[in-house]
């Protein structure tokens, strides 16, 4: 899945026209917004639609499972349309596989290869922060995590930033977790931190303002000597698993599974593979 730009939405037709005709990668609808004016569940299914037949991933933000609402949210949709859901504020394994549970159940009562919809649990306290680890390990159908940086400073008493280094070690345990299980780290930022927050190793970003589109994308489009390098990273590995080794050396660097399937997901952000 290639998630340099996340558009979020609340669902309104002009958002969602706009977000349709940018170049985004994919379109989240909200639904975990207690402000949010009226109920968003009703036109979800054909939204996702939209979004899907546009090339793009179609995302929904859910509820907690604590809310008791979770249900009525994936009841409007899971379809053959959705690609992922990110979970917010996530504390304890737990409640990501308790909401994997309810996926698989709604998979299965729609005729819908279980495991399909990816799961993204957003980071967005210091409890979830030291659980990251655990947290995007909690299930199988696990695509990442999402770094949730303005509620993390509240939850935290910092002040959130648009540059600079405060809020730098809590971004790299995020990105460290997501990657250590094969995951993509995305963060969920204002359009003025873009390009440095890419230096930091995530994947994309998540946000409201579609005019920053174009500059997530091109933030967080690998570069050419990354690409090169996850190239010839795949031939050094399938050239050593030819000869019947398990690694390869590709200068002085180890190349193994693991560093091949990174390498897989460099290329698949730019479109490859």
Do not use: C
Request: glycine content about 8%; proline content about 4%; hydrophobic content about 50%.
């Amino acid at each position: 899945m290639r998630l340099r730009s996340i558009v979020i939405i609340d669902g309104g037709e002009d958002h969602l026209a706009a977000a349709l005709a940018s170049s985004a990668d994919a379109i989240a609808l909200m639904f975990a917004d207690a402000g949010a004016a009226g109920d968003q569940r009703a036109g979800a299914p054909a939204a996702l639609a939209r979004i899907r037949e546009s090339g793009k991933s179609a995302i929904a933000i859910v509820n907690h499972p604590r809310t008791q609402i979770l249900r009525a949210d994936l009841e409007a949709v899971v379809t053959p349309d959705l690609a992922a859901v990110i979970f917010p504020h996530a504390v304890e394994p737990q409640d990501v596989r308790d909401l994997a549970v309810l996926l698989r159940e709604f998979e299965y009562t729609r005729a819908i290869e279980p495991g399909t919809v990816r799961v993204f649990p957003s980071i967005d306290s210091a409890r979830g922060l030291v659980r990251a680890l655990e947290i995007a390990a909690a299930t199988p159908r696990a695509g990442g995590l999402v770094f949730e940086s303005a509620g993390y400073a509240r939850d935290t008493g910092a002040r959130d930033e648009a540059s600079g280094p405060r809020l730098a070690y809590a971004r790299g345990a995020v990105v460290a977790a997501a990657r250590a299980t094969d995951g993509l780290p995305v963060i969920q930022a204002n359009s003025f931190e873009l390009t440095q927050l890419a230096h930091y190793g995530f994947a994309g970003a998540a946000f409201s303002d579609v005019m920053a589109v174009g500059a997530a994308n091109a933030a967080f489009l690998p570069t050419i000597t990354e690409l090169a390098h996850a190239r010839a990273q795949l031939e050094a590995y399938a050239a050593a698993k030819a000869e019947g080794a398990w690694v390869a050396r590709l200068g002085t660097e180890v190349v193994d599974s693991d560093s091949v399937r990174k390498a897989r997901l460099i290329l698949a952000q730019a479109g490859e593979g």
